[in-house]
């Protein structure tokens, strides 16, 4: 076949990826192809300029005896190829339609020679709506006839009008296979990229939650299970006891451990989940959760509100949760205030209480008997990428301060207003 229209080639593999495979069940058809593509209609209208070209040149050179042989073979391979086109694109087997077009060709341009340049559409045609054997057998009769009908054409004495189309079919047929082997190596990389994306998220969320299913755990370690063992050595002790005065104080210390193991899991509960916190207005809602603990606790807002990503929305009321509840066990304050500040790439939080105070440096590590508190709200706040701080000294309340930096891209929590 003639070689210039080689350079469509690659562009044509591209658009068209893997040839589907009416007929035959070694290569599936591509799904969701789209409709015509550029190259497709370059191919098709390519193949209707060259057909009506052909068909005038050789209406002029020849007798119309000769013509109406001819117009009726161009006529069917024009309807034939029109036919194996549309199959093609809905994916539809057209293998008998195939063969027809080929076999309607070959005699076609073996008769007329001028037709050899329609050649390469139905080469590309063939590699598209066949697959497998199916499709180098269809490629290779089209060259074929086209190097017959060329080598006729020269009165048999140009070798190259025989061995040209057959050499470039050959090689149009090992450019198109290696850019199908590409294509289809790089949807297969491609899928493997997709897959690993999604075990490496799957693997973080397990990660996720193995690590708070530790955390929970620790808290109920630390808590409710040393209350409880606590509280059935008190009791069992008061029965061995019972009826002196010191079952009598056995049983009241008991009591009195067990309702602070039930406040101590109540609040456990409670950070694990806040129901009507989440749906309203971040404002409310930090106020909703240090009033659960403060009831006289006030707010103030200072900056425009506006929507926070959700992890830091949720940071921030359980960094409320945590400080409010401190103030209530600990600080016996007389007031508490809220404030929550909306910066342009930052959102402050500070709680202050004007309660007995501590001395930070000189706060109990974490044990069984509480300090979880502020090493926690600690954790929560940095994170997230932001800063955490207490200020406090013995008789001058205290002052539990964060900043959390806010995307400039303004990823909103769902759902959630500001």
């Given at each position: 076949?003639?070689?210039?229209?080689?350079?469509?080639?690659?562009?044509?593999?591209?658009?068209?990826?893997?040839?589907?495979?009416?007929?035959?069940?070694?290569?599936?058809?591509?799904?969701?192809?789209?409709?015509?593509?550029?190259?497709?209609?370059?191919?098709?209208?390519?193949?209707?300029?060259?057909?009506?070209?052909?068909?005038?040149?050789?209406?002029?050179?020849?007798?119309?005896?000769?013509?109406?042989?001819?117009?009726?073979?161009?006529?069917?391979?024009?309807?034939?190829?029109?036919?194996?086109?549309?199959?093609?694109?809905?994916?539809?087997?057209?293998?008998?339609?195939?063969?027809?077009?080929?076999?309607?060709?070959?005699?076609?341009?073996?008769?007329?020679?001028?037709?050899?340049?329609?050649?390469?559409?139905?080469?590309?045609?063939?590699?598209?709506?066949?697959?497998?054997a199916a499709a180098?057998?269809?490629?290779?009769?089209?060259?074929?006839?086209?190097?017959?009908?060329?080598?006729?054409?020269?009165?048999?004495?140009?070798?190259?009008?025989?061995?040209?189309?057959?050499?470039?079919?050959?090689?149009?047929?090992?450019?198109?296979?290696?850019?199908?082997?590409?294509?289809?190596?790089?949807?297969?990389?491609?899928?493997?990229?997709?897959?690993?994306?999604?075990?490496?998220?799957?693997?973080?969320?397990?990660?996720?939650?193995?690590?708070?299913?530790?955390?929970?755990?620790?808290?109920?370690?630390?808590?409710?299970?040393?209350?409880?063992?606590?509280?059935?050595?008190?009791?069992?002790?008061?029965?061995?006891?019972?009826?002196?005065?010191?079952?009598?104080?056995?049983?009241?210390?008991?009591?009195?451990?067990?309702?602070?193991?039930?406040?101590?899991?109540?609040?456990?509960?409670?950070?694990?989940?806040?129901?009507?916190?989440?749906?309203?207005?971040?404002?409310?809602?930090?106020?909703?959760?240090?009033?659960?603990?403060?009831?006289?606790?006030?707010?103030?807002?200072?900056?425009?509100?506006?929507?926070?990503?959700?992890?830091?929305?949720?940071?921030?009321?359980?960094?409320?949760?945590?400080?409010?509840s401190n103030i209530?066990?600990?600080?016996?304050?007389?007031?508490?205030?809220?404030?929550?500040?909306?910066?342009?790439?930052?959102?402050?939080?500070?709680?202050?209480?004007?309660?007995?105070?501590?001395?930070?440096?000189?706060?109990?590590?974490?044990?069984?008997?509480?300090?979880?508190g502020l090493r926690?709200?600690?954790?929560?706040?940095?994170?997230?990428?932001?800063?955490?701080?207490?200020?406090?000294?013995?008789?001058?309340?205290?002052?539990?301060?964060?900043?959390?930096?806010?995307?400039?891209?303004?990823?909103?929590?769902?759902?959630?207003?500001?």
């Amino acid at each position: 076949m003639p070689t210039r229209a080689s350079a469509r080639t690659p562009d044509d593999a591209i658009v068209e990826g893997p040839a589907p495979s009416p007929g035959t069940d070694s290569a599936p058809t591509a799904p969701g192809r789209a409709p015509l593509a550029g190259i497709d209609i370059a191919v098709h209208l390519g193949f209707a300029v060259l057909l009506v070209a052909s068909l005038v040149r050789y209406v002029m050179r020849h007798s119309p005896a000769d013509n109406l042989m001819v117009l009726g073979l161009a006529a069917a391979a024009c309807l034939l190829y029109a036919v194996v086109a549309v199959l093609a694109r809905r994916g539809r087997p057209g293998v008998p339609w195939m063969v027809a077009l080929v076999a309607v060709w070959a005699v076609l341009v073996v008769a007329a020679p001028s037709f050899a340049w329609c050649s390469f559409a139905l080469f590309f045609l063939s590699r598209s709506a066949l697959a497998g054997a199916a499709a180098y057998t269809a490629a290779g009769v089209t060259a074929a006839a086209t190097a017959a009908g060329l080598f006729r054409m020269s009165n048999g004495t140009d070798l190259a009008m025989l061995l040209g189309p057959l050499a470039v079919g050959v090689m149009l047929t090992l450019i198109y296979d290696r850019i199908q082997h590409d294509a289809g190596e790089q949807r297969r990389l491609h899928a493997e990229v997709s897959l690993a994306q999604g075990q490496l998220a799957a693997s973080e969320r397990r990660a996720g939650t193995i690590a708070e299913r530790e955390r929970v755990s620790r808290e109920i370690h630390d808590t409710v299970t040393q209350g409880l063992a606590s509280s059935l050595l008190l009791l069992e002790a008061s029965g061995r006891s019972w009826p002196h005065d010191s079952a009598r104080a056995g049983l009241l210390e008991a009591t009195a451990l067990l309702r602070n193991n039930l406040a101590e899991t109540r609040a456990l509960v409670h950070e694990l989940a806040s129901p009507g916190l989440e749906g309203s207005p971040l404002p409310d809602a930090l106020l909703l959760a240090a009033r659960q603990y403060v009831p006289e606790a006030r707010l103030l807002v200072t900056g425009e509100p506006r929507p926070v990503p959700a992890e830091l929305r949720h940071a921030l009321l359980r960094v409320v949760q945590s400080a409010a509840s401190n103030i209530r066990l600990h600080a016996s304050a007389a007031a508490a205030a809220v404030t929550i500040g909306f910066l342009p790439e930052a959102v402050t939080l500070d709680i202050y209480d004007d309660g007995a105070g501590f001395d930070p440096a000189a706060a109990a590590a974490p044990s069984d008997a509480g300090g979880y508190g502020l090493r926690a709200m600690r954790q929560r706040v940095e994170q997230l990428g932001g800063t955490f701080s207490v200020q406090s000294a013995p008789g001058e309340g205290t002052i539990v301060a964060a900043q959390l930096p806010v995307p400039s891209d303004g990823h909103r929590a769902q759902g959630t207003p500001a």
